[in-house]
């Protein structure tokens, strides 16, 4: 087996990492993950799609896209490799990865790696995923965690056999404990997240009143 980054040194091929999410708020943790693949893939750019209607977040309520993706701008744009797509919240219907996916195939071609960034968390999911199997044909995925989550997502890789060897690869990040949640319900409780969001997300979240009620 030859990892995704001597594959790439010997095809030449770009390399682009995509961090989706449903970003309510983005914070901290995304950031770090995402700089940390971007520098071990050497990934030209990573790309965030904050989710129109994420489909496991179904009856739950979830912030405005605008918002959400104003939030996201706020937090990249000092990054010269991070960049933002809307794509997700200009689709209707649920905001579906393989939809994502075959449309970045489409505008990029066939000699551009796709590298999708997932938590510890969303990778443990991915056999759950909407058309897994083709995504994973289509994308590679980067399960970044700490050391003591690697089984669960040796277990995925093992669960997906050789497409699972090949496609799916594990990081070891300094991963850091924050959530949206837990920064939703610091908000209301009326505690601070500076330093979790960056300091412009806090600014807005105070500006617009978000996460109060
Ligand atoms: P929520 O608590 O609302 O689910 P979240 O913090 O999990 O929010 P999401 O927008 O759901 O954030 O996550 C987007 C992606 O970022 C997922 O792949 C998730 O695993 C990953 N992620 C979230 N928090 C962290 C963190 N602290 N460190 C690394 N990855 C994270
Ligand atoms: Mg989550």
Redesign the pocket.
Known sequence: LICPKELALLTGKRKIGI??????P?????L??AEAVRIEYDLERVLFIP?GH?PH?QGAVVTSPLHRYIMTIMATCSNPSFTVSSMEIERPGPSYTIDTIRTLVEQYGGQTELFF???????GDLPTWNNIEDLLDLCHFVG?TRPGCISMIDSVIQQFGTKGRQRIHRLT?P??????????ERVRKGRSIKYIVPEAVEQYIIREGLYRA
Not at 26 to 30: A, K, M, T, V
Not at 117 to 123: N, S
Not at 175 to 184: A, F, G, K, N, Q
Request: net charge negative; aromatic share 2%; proline share 3%.
């Open positions: 961090m989706g999410g449903t970003f309510d983005i914070h901290i943790g995304h770090v993950t989710a994420p977040k960034i997932t938590g510890a968390d969303a990778t970044a990040t991963e850091l404990e924050i959530s949206s949640t837990d920064i939703r």
